[in-house]
């Protein structure tokens, strides 16, 4: 049965976080401030989300020119990536501390899921992971998995302050199942979402989905995967 002995990929159900940190850093040398980030976010999702792949844009300064030029990369280990992997890729291209971090986006991950025969780290691979039409289940390999998180830089001189957009999308609606199972993997993801607000210092949570609105989403019995905001 679907979220119970496989987990559903939906791709309909269009269903993110997206949380907004500000950057005291100046904009041409914010990676060391990009790093912190980039650790706390994985530590709020350590023992739930293990990244497998990477991807990461920089500008960084060009040698003899007053220009930057962008430098992009990929990080992927099937059997996973730790923290201090990724940030050594980042620190990388720093020369004494200049360089602008942009992007990193986690577009490969294992999920740590439980259906109803135990525990399973869940990926596009995985025999327990299936597209599921809302109906029935197609018999082709998911293209996403469980979970992709982004990371943005905005300095756009538009904004009162530079900031760090950090955007959490899943690609199943097994939060959202009203039994058992579906309780506790909510929980499970709860609190990876709420590490992350007050890791990050987050000064805004926004809600979008397919699934349920954001004010059914805090007003009903799903409302821990809300996690509410640390300072307005």
């Not at 999920?111 to 039409?133: C, F, M, N, P, V």
């Not at 996403?144 to 905005?154: L, P, W």
């Not at 004010?215 to 996690?227: D, I, R, V, W």
Request: hydrophobic share 35%.
């Amino acid at each position: 049965m679907k979220n119970e002995s496989f987990v559903a990929n939906r791709v309909d159900i269009d269903t993110a976080w997206v949380f907004k940190t500000v950057s005291d850093a100046e904009p041409s040398a914010n990676i060391e401030e990009a790093v912190s980030l980039v650790n706390d976010l994985l530590a709020s999702f350590d023992g739930f989300v293990c990244p497998t792949n990477t991807e990461y844009v920089l500008w960084i300064p060009e040698p003899d020119s007053d220009g930057d030029v962008p430098v992009t990369g990929k990080i992927e280990s099937p059997n996973g990536l730790t923290a201090a992997e990724i940030t050594t890729e980042l620190r990388e291209y720093t020369d004494g501390g200049t360089g602008t971090f942009r992007r990193l986006t986690i577009n490969g991950n294992r999920t740590r899921i439980d259906l109803k025969d135990g525990e399973h780290l869940i990926d596009a691979t995985s025999d327990r992971y299936r597209q599921w039409t809302g109906e029935e289940v197609i018999d082709q390999s998911p293209v996403e998995d469980v979970f992709r998180i982004d990371v943005f830089y905005n300095d756009s001189s538009d904004d009162r302050c530079n900031y760090y957009q950090i955007a959490v999308w899943t690609y199943t609606d097994i939060w959202f199942e009203d039994t058992e199972l579906g309780e506790r993997n909510r929980e499970r993801l709860a609190v990876a979402l709420d590490r992350l607000v007050d890791a990050l210092d987050v000064i805004c949570v926004d809600f979008e989905s397919r699934v349920i609105s954001e004010h059914s989403l805090k007003q009903g019995e799903f409302s821990n995967l809300f996690p509410d905001r640390k300072s307005e």
